[in-house]
């Protein structure tokens, strides 16, 4: 028996990726879920990672409550007066 990998090998260059911000003691992360089941347990886990791997971090929550609206501008507001990064999620 011959075993076939189906993964084809990758044609692109990876390239790495760089933060817009770099996570230092003080910053504070808006952790956002649209509203889909377990976008708030994911993030629940994405907060222990980041708490894990970066001292001083603080993080605030936020939930859109509904996949299918936008953000609104008073969350957006809150958002940016209140962090300096964000994390968006999803769940399914």
């Given at each position: 028996?011959?075993?076939?990998?189906?993964?084809?090998?990758?044609?692109?260059?990876?390239?790495?990726?760089?933060?817009?911000?770099?996570?230092?003691?003080?910053?504070?992360?808006?952790?956002?879920?649209?509203?889909?089941?377990?976008?708030?347990a994911?993030?629940?886990?994405?907060?222990?990672?980041?708490?894990?791997?970066?001292?001083?971090?603080?993080?605030?929550?936020?939930?859109?409550?509904?996949?299918?609206?936008?953000?609104?501008?008073?969350?957006?507001?809150?958002?940016?007066?209140?962090?300096?990064?964000v994390?968006?999620?999803?769940?399914?």
């Amino acid at each position: 028996m011959e075993f076939l990998d189906p993964r084809a090998e990758p044609l692109a260059v990876p390239e790495p990726y760089e933060l817009s911000r770099q996570l230092e003691p003080g910053t504070t992360i808006a952790l956002l879920a649209n509203g889909y089941p377990d976008s708030v347990a994911f993030l629940d886990h994405v907060e222990a990672s980041l708490g894990e791997a970066f001292e001083g971090l603080s993080f605030r929550r936020y939930d859109k409550g509904n996949a299918s609206v936008v953000v609104s501008d008073e969350m957006m507001a809150d958002i940016k007066r209140e962090c300096q990064a964000v994390v968006a999620a999803y769940g399914h």
